[in-house]
């Protein structure tokens, strides 16, 4: 949408600049190092680095890690988003028995 309304001429527009805004947010930590590899036209990222990172080894596993994760906080996080796929289910049911 971004590109469309830029070729489309809306550099000025409310809509690029409300979009400007959120990627100009979202990017605010983006700073690092990534290595890419190149083959026959393919790009692979080998490895990344950044000091702002949000990894961590530490909570990456499902085992013990000092209380950062317990696994029975994914049961409610699965229930709510099944709720709208139930809903859009439902939904497109009662569409095509319609039709």
């Known amino acids: 949408r971004y590109a469309e309304l830029i070729y489309n001429g809306f550099w ?3 809509e690029r600049e409300m979009m400007q805004a959120l990627i100009d947010k ?17 790009v692979r990222t080998v490895a990344r680095w950044s000091e702002h990172s949000l990894y961590s080894e530490a ?8 209380g950062a994760y317990d696994q029975k906080d994914a049961a409610g996080f699965i229930r709510l988003n099944a709720l709208r796929l139930k809903l859009i289910a439902t939904r497109n049911a009662r569409v095509a028995n319609k039709g």
């Open 12 to 14: 000025f527009s409310p």
């Open 59 to 66: 909570h990456v596993t499902f085992e013990e890690d000092a």
């Open 26 to 42: 979202s990017q605010e930590h983006v700073t690092g190092t990534v290595r890419v590899k190149l083959y026959k036209g393919s």
